[in-house]
């Protein structure tokens, strides 16, 4: 089942800054609620999300359960050469996925 | 509470229940009474978080399942093209139960008389991101549920539901709905309760969800007993809402607070 | 999707999801310990090491208004270049009256060109949320913004 929403222009010009979007899909249980029978709902959330473009890191972010449920995050990045985008999510109970985008830039 | 005492003083300002229908003309969209940032969230599909369901249906439409061993798509091929327009005319008559049936109860039945496999449960993912994908493919279509005459007494019974008054706050939909939309209730603002969205991503449940969810979140809300999952009471309430709203746009999936 | 080692745990919880909407499993939301301004400082502290926090460069763009503290577009920018020598290195998003006080983390560097960041975040209450900005010559910027959360009106208190 897709999990994760990337958006990365296909072409760019060498020098532009582009936006990357991503979304991904997870309850980001922050923790903090409880049953009724008076349980905790222990916490599950994505605690890493790591862009990097050829191997090398070009962003992260730690995240913590003030991050809503189904992570959006957008950044920028500046359009050096064609190659290909990773992306890694990190959480807890081992959660781990990753998605890829490439791009062309002439 | 609060919010008792804000539904009280809609009690003592509210009309005769059904006296007042919302004119054609003045029928808008729950889109239209969000903040211009939920807006954006639904507009933009690279941002919304129902999108997220949209891909794992579509995934699904594609995957064999049951003794059939069949896909949707081995029956009804690609859905940009098979599915264009039927959300909106759903729910609709079923011909073999003599009742109508929303989006989630035949794809149901589809599964369990094509497909040979076991009915996915309501508010399921898998069933959310099928009905989310078919309703998806009537996106900007507009309303055309209820056009059907056999349809007519089940819609009777649906403005039935909708106007009775119920529950331990003695309130009827259409006393919110119908003659105070636009004002505010606990901070929210009331819609005209169109499902031109359904099924929606909404931020309070932080997922994607049904308009029969809604629907018994809000009859829980009002204290009345809400009706079980596939209920006949809901599948008449949401045939009353879509005809209700016959004429409007589809945005499914929309975005709601 | 491979399935993580606690599936089971997983999928426990997402039954009691369901199950909390079928009515089977409630979940009430309890209001938990709040943060206090002391935690706010604190964790301020552990990023900037008591060094100056300067306001300005920093713009935090969230609705004063929110319609569900659940989910609440956030977008953060620091008016500075990107450049190899003279850059924003990182990015941290604090609340006030969250139950914990970070929200999140950015690490930056000069390729990306922009140091602006958008995410999603909760917010339990109306309150003040801070950004601060730490800058590769070791400067820091912060900018806050108060913000006003309302409950939806038919909470989904499930019984």
């Known amino acids: 089942m897709a999990s994760a929403m990337i958006n990365v222009p296909a072409k760019a010009r060498r020098g532009d800054i582009i936006e990357i979007k991503t979304l991904m899909s997870h309850i980001m249980e922050p923790g903090y609620r409880h049953k009724a029978s008076g349980e905790v709902v222990p916490r599950d959330i994505i605690t890493s999300f790591t862009c990097r473009f050829n191997g090398n890191e070009i962003f992260r972010a730690d995240l913590f359960p003030a991050v809503a449920a189904n992570p959006f995050i957008t950044f920028f990045t500046t359009a050096t050469e064609s190659g290909k985008f990773e992306f890694e999510w990190i959480g807890d109970k081992g959660f781990s996925e990753t998605a890829s985008a490439s791009i062309s830039v002439e | 509470m609060r919010f008792s005492g804000a539904i009280a003083a809609a009690l003592l300002t509210a009309s005769i229940v059904g006296a007042a229908e919302i004119p054609q003309t003045d029928r808008r969209s729950g889109y239209s009474f969000m903040a211009p940032d939920t807006r954006v969230m639904q507009d933009d599909d690279t941002a919304n978080p129902g999108m997220l369901w949209v891909l794992d249906g579509e995934a699904l439409w594609k995957r064999k399942a049951g003794a059939a061993e069949k896909a949707c798509a081995d029956c009804h091929g690609d859905a940009r093209v098979g599915m264009m327009g039927v959300a909106a005319r759903y729910p609709a008559f079923d011909r073999a139960t003599g009742r109508p049936v929303d989006l989630e109860q035949r794809i149901n039945s589809c599964r369990t008389s094509q497909q040979q496999a076991t009915p996915l449960p309501f508010e399921s993912r898998e069933l959310l991101a099928l009905t989310a994908f078919v309703a998806r493919q009537s996106q900007g279509v507009p309303i055309e549920t209820g056009a059907d005459p056999q349809l007519a007494p089940f819609i009777a019974k649906g403005r039935e539901l909708y106007t009775q008054r119920q529950g331990q706050l003695n309130l009827a939909c259409a006393n919110c709905h119908d003659d105070n939309w636009d004002k505010r209730l606990a901070g929210a603002a009331i819609t005209q309760a169109h499902p031109t969205g359904y099924p929606l991503y909404r931020l309070e449940w932080q997922s994607l969800g049904s308009l029969q969810r809604r629907l018994r979140a809000c009859i829980t809300g009002i204290r009345a007993q809400a009706y079980d999952y596939g209920a006949p009471e809901l599948v008449e309430l949401e045939l009353y809402l879509m005809s209700r709203a016959k004429g409007m746009a589809m945005e499914a999936p929309g975005v709601r607070p | ?159």
């Open chain 3, 1 to 159: 999707m491979q399935q993580p080692p606690n599936s089971s745990r997983r999928q426990f919880l997402g039954l009691a999801g369901g199950a909390a909407v079928l009515g089977a499993l409630p979940v009430v939301i309890v209001r938990p310990a709040e943060a206090t301004p002391a935690m706010l400082a604190s964790a301020i502290q552990n990023v900037t090491g008591g060094a100056t926090v300067r306001t300005g460069k920093v713009k935090l763009d969230i609705p004063p208004l929110v319609e569900n503290g659940n989910t609440v577009p956030m977008t953060v920018s620091v008016a500075h270049p990107m450049a190899p020598e003279d850059h924003v290195r990182s990015i941290h998003v604090f609340n006030e009256k969250n139950p914990q006080p970070n929200i999140a983390n950015f690490h930056l560097g000069p390729h990306n060109g922009r140091a602006q960041v958008s995410a999603r975040i909760r917010l339990a209450d109306s309150q003040k949320i801070v950004a601060i900005a730490k800058l590769s010559d070791g400067s820091f910027w912060s900018a806050s913004v108060d913000v006003v959360v309302t409950l939806a009106a038919c909470t989904e208190e499930v019984i």
